[in-house]
């Protein structure tokens, strides 16, 4: 179940949006968001999603692969499709009951379905063509700018890579204690709900000390290695714009705009 | 003596550590040591004994009893086989030292007079004592002591076989020697079976009766301890050692002076080095 | 060059204050280490010598005595940096120490922070990672590393930070025995060939057969101290300060006792080997 969730997965394929700046595509997936919400028409959505499968495409990342992160959304997805079709007013379709499809509310729930899909797709396909430290890079040196009414660019940006590090170390760590304490018997599978989260305490106490150690020993070592903030701090790696990039933002740009005008 | 535990023909889910074709007989009562180097398997080994791996092909039998089959429960399984994992401190995780203890015996249902007992006989087994520990908190206690109620945590089950993996990993001499000590004791006066995990050879040859050695996935030698050690070159070949002292002998034996190549402590080899010079004088 | 000083320790006394006790670490503890010595510390969890260990980079400050790193005084503030430069550390735990989530970059960490120029930043992770054996793996995921492997990243990170001085807190202590054997042949290499100053903590004898000097700590002071053959040979008193004697050193120690001439202080399989065919 876990390894199918796509989102925050990287798919390296080498393709043109992969080597695209991370800022680029940082902007061009916010404006994609901006877009959904403010384009309200079918015709619209027609056109973004063509533009949505052609990315895939240039990508080179399997459309099957897409479809798999979907899947654990497909409840959310149909929900937000049932609800809609419920709750809003107007000329009955079908009744079940003292419920009624409306027509609007199928139009409503179709088109927020619809919306839901693509935003899952346009955001995975950044994570998916982004590797997670280029993507921390480009957040920090969008943020930068900020940094003057006090938003903290550059910790943020070192607690994201921080986490990243950690998630893959934590997960065999969680792996190894649940193991240990299956041979003492403890059951994570049956039982009530109530006895189930119960169940979790011998699981999550240990880690979250664990964590603590982790985090205790890992600021000792970055003191150690000089680590005083983002201040003087020189980058190994620079971010750097190319043609391509301002390319790519005056396409996504100009494209969007005349779906606005539509 | 009786077939304790019977595998053979095992495949593993894992790919990257996967046991081929392993067949292996431990008998009730006897002292194992299981050497190999990291990605070996042994752990990957040491887990299906316990059930809580299980193989893709092929049958474990513990004391008669098919731990591989459906309908087998697991808490049976965990009375009979207790695992103590690498670095065990890092589970503990209740209020008291008596609480963590009792977890394992609570899991198997036991009424709270019999878990009272199994508390008290644990605590003492790791020589801890227990009414001035019992109700502290067992972050408070040192390293090796965190490690001894972790063990005590598994000892408190009453297991037929006590699989250790690495138990003295990361801690001194002296507490490497307190935790050895304890397990020779355990061994001595409940004559259980217990499965060794170590790295070290001096160790493994101090304590064991037989030892099973893996390379990649696989039984590569199985037999009473020092004639394992005797064949210090295959060992070599996997990037495994015998003891310094075994290793002085045999080097001492191929430039033919007459000792024998299964020498695993100072002191016999004291004794053999004594009777070569005493034998020399009087000739 | 040898005799330069790197470290000067004097009269060093620390206290951890919790609520209800102060606990002393180190007493009265005075020592200095000079310039491209390979010094192996010894002793018990608790002995004192992770905390002596911290005052070398000013990791942690003496509540009493003062301690030098090349004649910087590690209570003054403005020299705090250059210390941490000068004298890199490498701990227990490698998971623990790793910030980077490719391995170029976890090594590139040190330089960044100092301020280092992007070029020679990339310079410095090239030579680093070459130095301890580890180019092929430049662009890997540190999680997917054995223990071994990623101490000697920790190591590679220390080194990009050109110091003249690594002090290594248990760094085998959670390794297998191959982890071990490529991490010290590592410490060796930069001592014998960069001419780094090390300062090796460990509590395997094995580790400092060949080390400059011994240093063996017990109950928050130096007990006993000295080349390495001279410690050694005192197997009585290690052995009850509960420390371990490689097995020919005490093979030969108890022959030695039994009137055999074979001298206390032998350390290796090979010297062992020697004396006895003299017995012939």
Known sequence: MLKDITIGQHYPTGSVIHKLDPRTKIIAVFVFILTLFLVENFMAYGFIAIFVICCIRIAKIPIKYIIKGLKPLTFIILFTLVINSFMIAGEIIISIGPLNITEEGLYQGTFMAVRLIMLVIGTSLLTLTTSPITLTDGIESLLNPFKKIGVPAHELAMMMTIALRFIPTLLEETDKIMKAQMARGADFESGSLIKRSKSLVPLLVPLFISAFRRADDLAMAMEARCYRGGEGRTRMKELKYFKRDFLAIAVVLSLFAVLYLM | ?283 | MKNKQMININNVTYEYKSEDENLVAIKDLSLDIKQGEFIVIIGHNGSGKSTLAKHMNALLLPTEGIVEVKGMDTQDEKHTWDIRQIAGMVFQNPDNQIVGTIVEEDVAFGPENLGVKREEIIERVESSLSLVGMDAYRFKAPHLLSGGQKQRIAIAGIIAMRPDCIILDEPTAMLDPEGRREVMKTIKKLNKEEKITIIHITHFMEEAVDADRVIVMEDSKIVIQGKPREVFKQVEKLKKLGLDVPQVTELAYVLSKEGINIPADVLTVDEMVMKICQLR
């Open chain 2, 1 to 283: 003596m009786k077939n304790l535990t019977h595998i053979y023909n095992e495949g593993s889910p894992h790919q990257t550590n996967a046991l081929e074709d392993i067949n292996i007989e431990i008998m009730s009562g006897e002292f194992i040591g299981l050497i190999g180097h990291t990605g070996s398997g042994k752990s990957t080994l040491i887990q299906h004994i316990n059930g809580l791996l299980k193989p893709d092909k092929g049958k474990i039998i513990v004391d008669g009893m098919d731990i591989t089959s459906k309908n087998v429960k697991l808490a049976d399984i965990r009375k009979k086989v207790g695992l103590v994992f690498q670095y065990p401190e890092h589970q503990l995780f209740e209020e008291t030292v008596y609480k963590d203890i009792a977890f394992g015996p609570k899991n198997l249902g036991l009424n709270s007079d019999e878990i009272d007992d199994r508390v008290k006989e644990a605590m003492n087994l790791v020589k801890l004592p227990f009414e001035i520990l019992k109700e502290r908190s067992p972050f408070e206690l040192s390293g090796g002591q965190q490690r001894r109620v972790a063990i005590a945590g598994v000892l408190a089950m009453k297991p037929d076989i006590l699989i250790l993996d690495e138990p003295t990993a990361g801690l001194d001499p002296r507490g490497r020697d307190e935790i050895f000590e304890q397990i020779r004791l355990l061994h001595q006066k409940y004559k259980n079976t217990i499965i060794l995990v170590s790295h070290s050879m001096e160790d493994i040859a101090k304590l064991t009766d037989r030892i099973i050695v893996m390379h990649e996935g696989k039984v590569l030698l199985t037999g009473e301890t020092k004639a394992v050690f005797r064949e210090s070159e295959r060992l070599e070949a996997i990037g495994l050692g015998v003891p310094q002292i075994t290793k002085l002998m045999g080097i001492l034996a191929d430039k033919n002076i007459p000792f024998a190549r299964d020498i695993l402590t100072v002191e016999d080899a004291k004794i053999e080095i004594l009777k070569w010079l005493r034998g020399k004088k009087n000739a």
